[in-house]
Structures are given as structure tokens and as C-alpha cells.
């Protein structure tokens, strides 16, 4: 456990004798703790294996180079919809710089988002993008299918959970640190995120904070060459409300810049999200109904508003 925000750390690695074959006891032990975790804290943080060190530094390596071009090469990859393309220094990211890419799986996005970028072509930036998000991919799906487990849901949840999770998107973000105040300073404003899943792994500057219910912000200490698991407000909604989809936001802290690579589970814009029959009972009444989720996203862009969204498109 996280010792300043208590948010479970969950193994799983083979190294640590952990076998997490589908249906075996050990998958369904952690499918319970994902669960719990998410009920309690609607993140967990991850240690696995899945993910080479060497792919994570030759990411931030390449992060590094990349956010080092010049801003009008960044800006070339810019984008119509909110918070995608190149943005730097939003109000919404006020001391960050982030490529929000859209359909991040798709075989040629890594490739034409590196030749735009490095038009002299740059092979390993865009294995070393295509390799990273298709691997968290992987862990996005093995992780809701440990919901369905550990809801103890029938099979046929999970191709649901899969439409949970047909579109990813994927953001890398450089936080800097202000030049007048070195201290502690706001680089990504509170939030929850939209979609239904968020796996973000950094360059071991922490950063991350969450607001437990208690009300006080809370540092997330992301473990070494681990992940961050958050529950976005589409599995809560999916979840009839029973896993939390934690408010976050990102802090300056100490004197490094913090690079993060973020990859968004999200559902595709026509997904009707509907809570299974079998989450809804006499302690837990049914919270939302039925909505699309292009419904959520469109009422969200133009009200710009945090607060109680689901609520307000799908509340019962
Ligand atoms: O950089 C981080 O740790 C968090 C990023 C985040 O919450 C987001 O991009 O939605
Ligand atoms: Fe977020």
C-alpha cells in the first residue's frame, strides 16, 4: 500500500510467484483485490512485468526529444476536438505541454504521428509508441476482465467490458516547473477522467494527487517502474456507481520535470453504456440510466463542467 494515500499496490508479476492464468485461484485472489481496490479507491497502483524497463526509459528518452522540438513542429499536430492534438499551457494544463493522440491502436498512428514530428523519420520513437500503448492495451483488458471476476459476473460481461474499451486513446505530458515558484504549484487541474480506464506510468517524478471523500488532497506515490490504475466516470457508470472514479489533479513537486504516458481505455462514442442487472439490488439501487456515451462527451464539451456530469446525463 501506498503509504500517503493508502491506495492498494497490487503484484503482478511472475517474479513474485504470482500466476495470473484465467480462471486459476490466483486470478480470481486479484481479480478480488482490482475490485476492492476500485471500490475503495478507484485506483490501484501496479507492478508487472508485462512491461519492460527498457521500453519505458526508451519512451521517456523519446519523450524528452520530442518535447525539445521546436513548438512549431509540435504545433503541427493539432487537432479540432478538446484536449487532443498538441496544447500547451492551457487553462486546463496550466504548466504542461501534451500530445493527446486519438485512436492510438490504429496500426499507422504512431508511425504518421512520428513523421509528422520528425519528418526525417524517427523508427525508434515510433516502435518504441506503437510497442508501449499496445502493451498497456493488453494490461487495460486484463484488468476489466478482472472486474467482471470480481463481480463475480457471468462470461458474457466481457465482451461488454470490451466495448468498455474499443477506442484508445493515448497523451504524453511534460509537466514543467514554473520559473517564479519552484514549490508546489497546480500543473493539471483537478479532474476525473471521461473514459473508462486511465493506465499512466512516469519518469519517476511523482506528482499525482487524489481527493480521498476525507475532502484532503493526497500525494500518489507511484511505485518504481510501476503504473497507476484509474477508474474512469464510464466504468463507475457501467458499475452502477459501486467503483469510484477518483477526482486527480497534478502538483509540482521538487525540482524535475515530470514526463507521464497515459493510456485511455475509452468506449466508442455510439456505446450504450447500461449497468448489468446484476449490480443493482436493494443495498444498490439502480443509479444511471442507459446513455450513449457520445451523450456524456457532448454534454461535457460544451457545459465544460466537472461537477456531477453522470449525474446530470444519467442519474436516476
Ligand atoms: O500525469 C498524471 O499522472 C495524470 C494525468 C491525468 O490525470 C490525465 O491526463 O488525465
Ligand atoms: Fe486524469
Keep these: 500500500m501506498d503509504s500517503e494515500s493508502g491506495i492498494p499496490i497490487l503484484d503482478f508479476r511472475k517474479s513474485s510467484g504470482v500466476t495470473l492464468e484465467e480462471g486459476s485461484e490466483g486470478w480470481k485472489e486479484m481479480s478480488k483485490k482490482v475490485r476492492e481496490a476500485f471500490e475503495n479507491h478507484g485506483a490501484f497502483l501496479l507492478r508487472c512485468d508485462e512491461i519492460p524497463n527498457e521500453l519505458r526509459e526508451e519512451m521517456f528518452t523519446g519523450m524528452k526529444s520530442l518535447f525539445e522540438l521546436p513548438e512549431e513542429t509540435k504545433l503541427k499536430f493539432s487537432s479540432t476536438r478538446a484536449y487532443r492534438g498538441y496544447t500547451a499551457k492551457s487553462h486546463v494544463i496550466p504548466h504542461c505541454q501534451s500530445f493527446g493522440i486519438d485512436d492510438a491502436l490504429k496500426s499507422d498512428t504512431s508511425q504518421n504521428f512520428t513523421n509528422l514530428m520528425w519528418p526525417e523519420g524517427n523508427l525508434t520513437f ?99 517502474n510501476g503504473f497507476i490504475v484509474i477508474v474512469g466516470d464510464m466504468l463507475k457508470a457501467w458499475s452502477n456507481g459501486r467503483l469510484q472514479a477518483p477526482t486527480h489533479r497534478v502538483v509540482t513537486r521538487g525540482d524535475k520535470e515530470r514526463l507521464a504516458f497515459i493510456l485511455f481505455a475509452v468506449p466508442k462514442q455510439e456505446t450504450l453504456i447500461k449497468v448489468p442487472s446484476e449490480l443493482v439490488d436493494e443495498d444498490h439501487p439502480l443509479r444511471y440510466k442507459p446513455f450513449k456515451y457520445e451523450e456524456f462527451v457532448d454534454f461535457h464539451y460544451t457545459t465544460r463542467t466537472e461537477k456531477g456530469v453522470l449525474e446530470q446525463v444519467a442519474g436516476v
Excluded at 206 to 221: E, I
Design 126 to 224: 515510433s516502435e518504441t509508441l506503437s510497442s508501449l500503448t499496445s502493451k498497456t492495451r493488453e494490461l487495460s483488458r486484463l484488468i476489466l476482465k478482472m472486474v467482471v471476476e470480481g463481480f463475480g459476473l457471468p462470461e458474457e460481461y466481457i465482451a461488454e467490458v470490451e466495448e468498455l474499451n474499443s477506442h484508445n486513446d493515448s497523451r504524453m505530458t511534460r509537466y514543467q516547473l514554473p520559473e517564479e515558484n519552484k514549490d508546489s504549484e497546480i500543473a493539471l487541474v483537478p479532474h476525473t477522467d471521461k473514459g473508462t480506464l486511465a493506465l499512466i506510468c512516469h519518469n519517476e517524478v511523482q506528482g499525482l494527487q487524489v481527493l480521498p471523500n476525507s475532502g484532503n488532497w493526497v500525494n500518489v506515490n507511484i511505485p518504481p
